[in-house]
């Protein structure tokens, strides 16, 4: 909603421009003035908060000014973003990588929470299968990532719990836990950085892309 806003205002402020009705206004005035829209147009509901919308990382601004300024971030400014989210990846406490696939298929499949009408106790779902194809067996699912199927399989994993498959599963846990450490601009929710995703769930999603016995490997 708020990169709408922001488009929208970049609209207008270059109809202004042309028509010399006013000058073109930085993008730290166009996300001030976002901000006291977005203020002025949403309130607090259930346990949605108004300043999940404000109170943006420095991550999540810097990849927004990118967008509104139409161009994408220096590499050196983008570097700096996904070394300062490696370093924000929680690893596993327990030293486990791989959960229950069934389990993940399951938060997989799930796009429940973190809306207004969600209770704070309720349980998150990963909602992948908006974005990926996962398993042959479901045939709904969206475009915007790559597929995922076969994808423990392409990686030659055949025991996700030996140490030749220790850098593959350590990285598929760090890109679901934080998409961003890997590309600092990625359209994929920090899962677990977000708090999205707990460390079980994201145990098990792990399991999912990574079991042999997944449907997802098979």
């Known amino acids: 909603m708020k990169k709408k806003i922001q ?4 609209g207008i402020a270059a109809a ?3 028509v010399g009705c006013a000058s073109a206004p930085s993008v730290s005035e166009l996300n001030e003035l976002t901000n006291k829209i977005v203020k002025a147009s949403f309130r607090d509901e259930g346990f ?3 300043d999940r919308v404000l109170n943006t990382d420095e991550t999540n601004r810097a990849c927004s000014e990118a967008d509104v300024a139409g161009k994408p971030l220096d590499e ?7 070394e300062m989210n490696l370093k924000a990846i929680k690893w596993p406490s327990d030293g486990k990588f791989i959960g229950d696939w069934k389990q993940g298929e399951a938060i997989a499949q799930s796009g429940r929470g973190l809306t207004w009408t969600d209770k704070v106790t309720d349980v998150n779902g990963g909602n992948c299968y908006n974005c990926h194809q996962i ?5 709904s699912y ?5 597929s995922l199927y076969n994808y423990g399989k392409i990686r030659g994993v055949t ?3 030996s140490p030749e498959s220790k850098p593959i599963v350590e990285y598929t846990w760090g890109k679901i836990w934080n998409s961003k450490a890997y590309n600092a601009c990625s359209n994929m929710p920090r899962a677990g950085h977000m708090g999205i995703l707990s460390e079980e769930q994201v145990r098990h999603v792990v399991g999912l892309l990574l079991d042999p ?3 997802v490997n098979q």
Do not use: M, W, Y
Request: glycine share 6%; charged share 25%.
């Open 48 to 50: 949605v908060k108004v």
């Open 76 to 82: 050196k400014t983008a570097k700096a973003i996904e």
């Open 142 to 146: 969206g475009t915007i990532g790559p």
């Open 7 to 10: 488009f929208a205002l970049t």
């Open 135 to 139: 398993s042959k067996e479901e045939i």
């Open 16 to 18: 202004l421009l042309v």
């Open 213 to 215: 016995k997944s449907p």
């Open 159 to 161: 025991d996700p719990n």
